[in-house]
């Protein structure tokens, strides 16, 4: 690769040329043009276009994903990017205290999840996807075990928002949007416990026991930035999150963020559509409906704004914050709503 030759498509520092060009070094490619794309570079090739992607830590993420890669293709599911390796056979590149290492760029575009038409198929996808990665041999991966954990992060949020109130009590000045967050705390904290309480009376660690023996390994980041749409395939991509936890633990999460799109707003209706959807090719158990509902309805949002004023000091405008705030009050019937609809959904499942 001759260095001289290659196009760069945007202003980007000599410093980080320098920087991606001693990386590129490392591979066996034959580089036409680069060009960053959010936190990754774009590498145009003359074998198709490469994914090269900055980690600043965990050495074992390359090494994650390829070897689940592998193992997703010997049980059929082919709807990931393929790694690539070094000159030298390694599966990252180190500069300096950074790490890079090489994917297959999947040359699509982010799929439209305010369609419930896309957001189906990226369900059944996500039930394909967990269908192949379930019993794979993790003895290989060095990943975190997520199994029986969920109530103590529940406890421990619940703890934060105890916290939060205390923070703002404490304030001698208080501004609007401390106001507005302190005056929701009893309702938020009582949909919390609701939560919580239906994990504990649910079959939560059998099925985590269950899972143990199989090691169902999430993906843990399934959202629109991490699927991609090329032609009439769709492609997961992005396995540095995955984790050892329930299958609905990607589930829920999936439909807990899509609720809050203007799109949903907290219908029961369209999120059965999505539970339909994945059943179709990984049927839930009724169990694991129950515990997906505590997951679901549990007030993360409104514990992760509280987080970033309180604890992380977010530099946001107050109106941003009172933005937000508003927004997540906005829903606080509808999710009510949500939580009856899919009781009664639960009583009659089969």
């Known amino acids: 690769m001759e260095n001289n030759d290659i196009a760069i498509e945007n202003n980007m520092p000599k410093k980080e040329k320098n920087m991606v060009n001693?990386?590129?070094e490392k591979y066996d490619f034959e580089v036409i043009n680069y060009s960053k794309v959010r936190s990754a570079y774009k590498i145009e090739t003359n074998n198709g276009n490469v994914c090269l992607k900055r980690i600043n830590h965990g050495k074992y993420k390359p090494h994650n994903g390829s070897f689940l890669v592998d193992a997703l293709s010997d049980k059929g599911f082919f709807n990931t990017a393929k790694y690539y390796k070094t000159k030298t056979q390694d599966k990252y590149v180190k500069y300096k205290d950074i790490l890079f290492y090489a994917t297959e760029w999947i040359d699509g575009e982010e799929c439209d999840l305010s369609n419930i038409e896309e957001a189906m198929i990226c369900v059944k996808l996500l039930a394909q996807y967990h269908k192949a990665?379930?019993?794979?041999?993790?003895?290989?991966?060095k990943i975190r075990n997520n199994l029986k954990n969920w109530p103590k992060i529940f406890k421990d949020n619940l703890r934060d928002l105890e916290k939060f109130e205390r923070i703002v009590k404490n304030k001698r000045i208080k501004t609007k949007f401390d106001s507005m967050y302190c005056s929701c705390l009893d309702n938020i904290y009582n949909r919390a416990m609701i939560s919580l309480n239906f994990l504990n009376t649910s079959d939560y660690y059998k099925l985590s026991r269950q899972a143990e023996k199989n090691k169902t390994i999430c993906h843990d980041s399934f959202y629109y930035q991490n699927i991609i749409k090329k032609n009439d395939q769709y492609y997961i991509i992005d396995l540095d999150s995955i984790i050892i936890d329930l299958h609905i633990n990607d589930l829920g999460k999936f439909i807990r963020r899509l609720m809050f799109k203007s799109s949903y707003e907290w219908s029961f209706e369209k999120a059965k559509t999505l539970i339909q959807a994945y059943n179709e090719v990984n049927k839930l158990e009724k169990s694991e409906l129950e515990v997906m509902l505590a997951l679901i309805v549990f007030p993360h949002k409104f514990w992760k704004l509280g987080?970033?004023?309180y604890i992380k000091y977010k530099n946001w405008d107050e109106n941003k914050y009172i933005h937000k705030l508003n927004r997540l009050i906005k829903y606080?019937?509808?999710?009510?709503?949500f939580l009856e609809e899919y009781l009664d959904y639960i009583e009659s499942y089969s």
């Open 332 to 337: 606080n019937d509808m999710q009510n709503k």
């Open 307 to 309: 987080k970033k004023r």
């Open 133 to 141: 990665a379930n019993g794979i041999d993790t003895t290989q991966l």
């Open 22 to 24: 001693a990386v590129l």
